[in-house]
Nanobody, 115 residues
Framework: QVQLVDSGGGLVQPGGSLRLSCAAS????????MGWYRQAPGKQRELAATITRGSSTNYADTVKSRFTTSRDNAKNTVYLQMNSLKPEDTAVYYCNARVFGDASWGQGTQVTVSS
């Protein structure tokens, strides 16, 4: 049974930083493409960042140069380091895993950027 557990969200002031984590189990993590998506109130879920099995990364233009995703295959965990946070980054952030055409989602973690 695949399980993705998102954590690390919270309330942060503009300009601050947060680090999200996603711990995976029940999947072949090392060959999975991992992604971070986010959904703001009243908006569609959108892709923020992805990291392939070879650790190649891709970022949405809105987060490029501020967010960094990484993975630790020994811990079956993927991270999203978020710096210089803006109020428009406020959303629920979801971890996603894709392998052999199958996709799984974490439960989401709330990130709120506000003064």
């Amino acid at each position: 049974q695949v399980q993705l557990v998102d954590s690390g969200g919270g309330l942060v002031q503009p300009g601050g930083s947060l680090r999200l984590s996603c711990a995976a189990s029940g999947i072949r993590f090392s060959i999975s493409t991992m992604g971070w998506y986010r959904q703001a109130p009243g908006k569609q879920r959108e892709l923020a960042a992805t990291i392939t099995r070879g650790s190649s990364t891709n970022y949405a233009d809105t987060v490029k140069s501020r967010f960094t995703t990484s993975r630790d295959n020994a811990k079956n965990t993927v991270y999203l380091q978020m710096n210089s946070l803006k109020p428009e980054d406020t959303a629920v952030y979801y971890c996603n895993a894709r392998v052999f055409g199958d996709a799984s989602w974490g439960q989401g973690t709330q990130v709120t950027v506000s003064s």
